[in-house]
């Protein structure tokens, strides 16, 4: 019992800066609380002793903010950060290694008895009020983004944003990697979890939207010069009209990963 308790402590200290000593984290970290309240409570749900599990339950629900149901099965370093406003029903299923922040719900759609909450695999990573609805799975690594809904099975490694929940990243084979997507996936790696579920492969949807224009009116751009090239093979006189100069401050914000020359040179590209 003192083995999983220092083991707890040490995850807490892993994913959370701000812990400076085990007594601070023993003593005032309610996630750590309600993990060790919900140990004793699924003991006696196991046993038979179900009412007395609830009662005592709904105890560390008051004291936490943290609403654990007695039949939910928790694997080992399981850190929920902050956690005021976490609800995790009877039949959820939860693996070694996982982080919830606050506000998150792994709940159910249906009042058929049998499995209806979620499954989280190792090293899940779910986002601040993040919402995990149904019989599902959510597989090994992946990560919930802050504030999502989720309906369906998530695959391994995937990052979940949005409402509903929508695939934006999915795991990459490290075959395919370059050196450097190689080295940025060992440091993700060596630091084991993600804040709020928001990885730094999280794209910024209005920033991807107007690069997905840019690359269409890119490729309109190349199309049209082959097509007056071969109209002026023909004989076909086209107006040689020179297309307005693009300045590069107009596209500072439009990908912080690229330098600015570079996406005005792909756009001046022919």
């Known amino acids: 019992m003192f083995n999983q308790l220092r083991e707890d402590i ?156 929508r695939i934006v990243r999915s795991r990459i084979d490290p075959e395919s990697m370059d050196e450097a997507d190689q080295k940025r996936q060992q440091m993700a790696d060596k630091i084991g979890f993600d804040a709020y579920g928001v990885t730094s492969e999280l794209p910024d949807p209005v920033a991807h939207a107007i690069q997905s224009l840019l690359d269409h009116m890119q490729a309109v751009d190349n199309r049209l010069e082959v097509m007056t090239k071969a109209m002026n093979q023909v004989g076909v006189k086209c107006p040689d009209q020179k297309l307005p100069e693009l300045k590069a401050e107009d596209f500072a914000a439009v990908e912080e990963d690229r330098p600015v020359s570079e996406t005005v040179d792909k756009l001046d590209s022919k």
């Open 10 to 165: 040490g995850s807490v200290f892993e994913r959370d800066p701000a812990a400076r000593n085990a007594f601070e984290v023993l003593t005032n970290y309610p996630g750590l609380h309600a993990l060790l309240y919900h140990r004793l409570c699924h003991a006696l749900w196991k046993r038979g002793f179900k009412w007395l599990a609830r009662m005592i339950s709904t105890l560390s629900r008051w004291l936490t903010g943290i609403e654990i149901h007695p039949g939910a099965r928790i694997g080992r370093r399981f850190f929920i950060d902050h956690g005021m406003g976490v609800v995790i029903g009877e039949t959820a299923e939860i693996g070694d290694d996982v982080t919830l922040y606050h506000g998150v719900t792994l709940g159910g759609t249906t009042w058929n008895k049998g499995k209806r909450h979620p499954t989280l695999c190792d090293g899940v990573v779910v986002g601040a009020g993040a919402k995990i609805l149904g019989p599902f799975e959510v597989g090994e690594g992946a990560r919930i983004g802050s504030n999502a809904v989720v309906t369906k099975a998530v695959p391994a490694g995937a990052t979940v944003v949005g409402i509903p929940g």
